[in-house]
């Protein structure tokens, strides 16, 4: 089935560190893919869309500046959280979904995720 | 607007039968989804539903009625392992839109 690979898994770094966090589509094309922040003991908030060869689609209070976000090809969507402060610790997720049209009603696949601690 | 309902937490005792509900209101429907997440990890993929009607996988079990905007999801013969939050999610109408998540309903289950 489809497999959606999520790199890095867990990230410690400093206050004031940029941080890019890679996902990948591995057996199938994705033009879109979704970004995602979950805090503890909450549901998954959408923070962007991620669209191959154009700009994202920022969720209202998301800062698309703080959070850079590229999606250079049909398998790969990078999340960048520039100068990063402890308020930005979280679990970062990514989803994206078979497109080919093979099956209209393809779930989302999601990323193992990525915990960022910022010290 | 989007809104989608469920409990925020359940408890089962294992062995038992538990359902989990949810409510929806979109701009659009074309699906709902069933997620498990558990904590620390990304949310799997359990069922979807389309239609009107229950679609059944193993243990798992998933009734959508769409002119009610409700949906539950039905675990059988519950394991420890089931502790887990379950997400409802609902895909808009609109051909590429992202899903809609509910807020998760955390179910705990008991020896």
């Known amino acids: 089935g489809a497999v959606v690979s999520q790199h890095p898994s867990w990230v410690i770094c400093k206050s004031g560190t940029s941080v890019k966090i890679e996902c990948r589509s591995l057996?199938?094309?994705?033009?879109?893919m979704f970004w995602y922040r979950q805090f503890p003991k909450q549901s998954l908030m959408l923070m962007a869309t991620?669209?191959?060869?154009?700009?994202?689609?920022?969720e209202q209070g998301v800062e698309k500046d703080k959070f850079l976000i590229n999606h250079a090809s049909l398998t790969l969507s990078t999340l960048t959280v520039t100068s990063a402060h402890p308020e930005d610790s979280s679990f970062y997720i990514c989803?994206?979904?078979?497109?080919?049209?093979?099956?209209?009603?393809?779930?989302?696949?999601f990323g193992d995720g990525t915990r960022l601690s910022i010290l | 607007g989007q809104n989608i309902d469920q409990p925020t937490e359940m408890t089962a005792t294992e062995g038992a039968i538990v359902q989990i509900n949810c409510t929806y209101q979109t701009s659009g429907f074309n699906g709902l989804f069933w997620y498990q997440q558990h904590a620390g990890e990304a949310p799997t993929f359990l069922s979807y539903?389309?239609?009107?009607g229950l679609e059944e996988k193993g243990r798992f079990s998933s009734f959508l009625s769409r002119s009610k905007g409700y949906s539950y999801l039905l675990l059988k013969e519950l394991q420890m392992k089931d502790s887990a939050s379950y997400l409802c999610a609902v895909r808009p109408h609109n051909y590429g839109q992202n899903f809609v998540f509910g807020p998760g309903t955390r179910l705990s289950v008991l020896p």
């Open positions: 539903n389309v239609l009107d």
């Open positions: 989803s994206a979904r078979d497109w080919t049209g093979r099956d209209s009603n393809q779930p989302q696949h």
């Open positions: 991620s669209n191959e060869g154009s700009k994202a689609t920022y």
């Open positions: 057996d199938f094309q994705a033009t879109t």
